[in-house]
């Protein structure tokens, strides 16, 4: 009789099978039609009641809500807890805490560029122009720009110390900062020479559209006023209802874009009562313009009330609805995807500009000759530009080297209103605006920095006329006249 092998070990895994068993406590199975909500909610507190892990509510809620979100796949749908709820909406009305500045860094520190009304900056008497050089005893420009950054935030109630340098007198002065909650507005505005009223939207809040009225009042009342440019580059969106506001100042009446729901039902949003401008108007573009900003591009687009100048935008084409929890905290969820007016899609698609331009200077002057004014003036400063007396904020790198002082040539193609162009047989750099055409080359006014062409501005005013080109150490400026 043949003798069987491993008998001891089966029977040791028997009995870790019986203890197994034994170790599974069945509960009493009850067959009911249950919703998936429901469903949902009884394993939750199973899990929370029984698990070995002792596992928060609070942790197991996120993983859920997590769970879900990620079988959306969609990135603008999302969960927020109570902070972050609060958050969402100070972002939206452009709360935020601090001591109120906006600033830029120099070469002396950081220069501040604007004190925003009712901040702790205003309440300290700081002004446009100072410079601050110091922050909590350090040199800022010692220091890195984000450690001196990071220094100048803090919660509310808490002090910063800062070394100011005035920028009327120029003495150096201690200031002792509460930092607070302030607001920033979303819509900034100003007269442009040559009768431009240009206004800037930050993002469409709830504010948007009283401020966006009071400076079409205030330039209503400007005798010189010959056009408008609507600036909504870097605005990443904000309320629909903003947006629609907005658009009513130059659209009569129609869709201000069409929405499609989960179930494939069209509506259209429209405008009523609005009015028209009877003046050139243009509106400015990039590739962070969206959202709302997509929806008052795409209806002045669509209706020909004005020319879109720029890069394209985002291409965020749905809506979101905003939903607070019981529990705290809140929802954004993705309710529908819109059209424009003439029913062309945006989402992952964006506006294309009617007048493109991707350089900040070139679509700046662009948008100027869209609306008809031919003579530019551009001082480009180390913190800033400033084009025909509205400043902004991003700043055109100059290079000064050998006695020569440089700008990228793009800008100055855009100064002329034509197009700077690479010529690989040449290595040249080919400018042709204004009706003449320059070519410029290493030795004869041509700097290759960094991947970039750069123009000796003393050789491009002698190539075209109707340019000039002054510098100094801390400016340069650069003028363009049809009339030159």
């Not at 249950?34 to 394993?43: I, K, S, W």
């Not at 008497?125 to 803090?154: C, F, Q, Y």
């Not at 809040?205 to 006023?225: I, K, Y």
Request: hydrophobic share 40%; aromatic share 8%.
């Amino acid at each position: 009789m043949k003798k069987l092998h491993g008998m001891g070990t089966w029977r040791r895994w028997t009995r870790l099978a019986a203890l197994t068993a034994a170790l599974t406590l069945p509960l009493p199975a009850v067959a009911v039609a249950a919703t998936p909500a429901e469903q949902l909610n009884e394993v939750f507190g199973y899990i929370e009641d029984l698990h070995v892990s002792g596992t928060s509510g609070e942790a197991l809620r996120d993983a859920a809500i997590r769970g879900m979100l990620d079988e959306l796949n969609d990135p603008y749908t999302a969960y927020y807890d109570e902070a972050m709820w609060k958050s969402l909406h100070d972002a939206y009305e452009q709360v935020m805490v601090g001591i109120g500045i906006q600033y830029a860094q120099t070469d002396e520190g950081l220069r501040i560029l604007r004190v925003y009304a009712d901040s702790a900056a205003e309440d300290a008497g700081l002004r446009a122009g100072d410079v601050v050089v110091g922050v909590g005893g350090k040199a800022v420009k010692s220091h890195p720009l984000e450690e001196i950054t990071n220094d100048l935030l803090g919660p509310a109630g808490t002090e910063a110390k800062l070394d100011v340098l005035d920028g009327a007198s120029r003495k150096k002065k201690t200031v002792v900062v509460t930092r607070r909650a302030f607001h920033i507005p979303s819509v900034t505005y100003e007269l442009m020479d040559g009768g431009v009223g240009y206004i800037r939207i930050d993002s469409f809040s709830s504010d948007t559209a009283a401020r966006f009225g009071d400076a079409m009042w205030t330039f209503a009342n400007e005798p010189s006023l010959a056009a408008i440019v609507v600036d909504v580059r870097g605005n990443p969106g904000g309320y629909l209802d903003a947006a629609r506001s907005v658009s009513s100042f130059f659209i009569e009446e129609g869709p201000l874009l069409h929405t499609i729901d989960r179930n494939g039902v069209e509506v259209a949003l429209e405008i009523e009562g609005g009015g028209k401008v009877g003046l050139p108007v243009a509106v400015l573009v990039d590739g962070n313009s969206a959202s709302a900003s997509e929806v008052f591009a795409g209806a002045m687009q669509d209706y020909g009330v004005g020319t879109i100048v720029g890069a394209k935008t985002f291409g965020k084409g749905s809506v979101q609805q905003l939903i607070e929890l019981q529990g705290g905290g809140g929802l954004k969820v993705t309710i529908e995807h819109y059209l424009t007016p003439k029913m062309n899609p945006v989402n992952g698609v964006g506006i294309t500009p009617d007048a493109a331009a991707t350089h900040p200077l070139d679509a700046t002057v662009t948008a100027l000759r869209e609306v008809g004014i031919a003579n530019v003036r551009a001082e480009l400063r180390s913190y800033e530009t400033v084009v025909n007396g509205a400043t902004f904020g991003h700043v055109i790198n100059v290079v000064r080297e050998g006695g020569r002082v440089y700008v990228p040539s793009q800008a100055l193609a855009a100064l002329s209103g034509g197009d700077a162009k690479w010529d690989g047989a040449t290595s040249a750099v080919t400018i042709d605006g204004g009706g003449r055409t320059a070519a410029f080359a290493a030795g004869s006014g041509l700097l290759l920095k960094d991947g970039t062409g750069y123009i000796d501005v003393g050789a491009f005013a002698k190539a075209f006329p109707n340019a000039t080109a002054k510098s100094s150490r801390s400016t340069v400026v650069l003028e363009w006249s049809d009339h030159g």
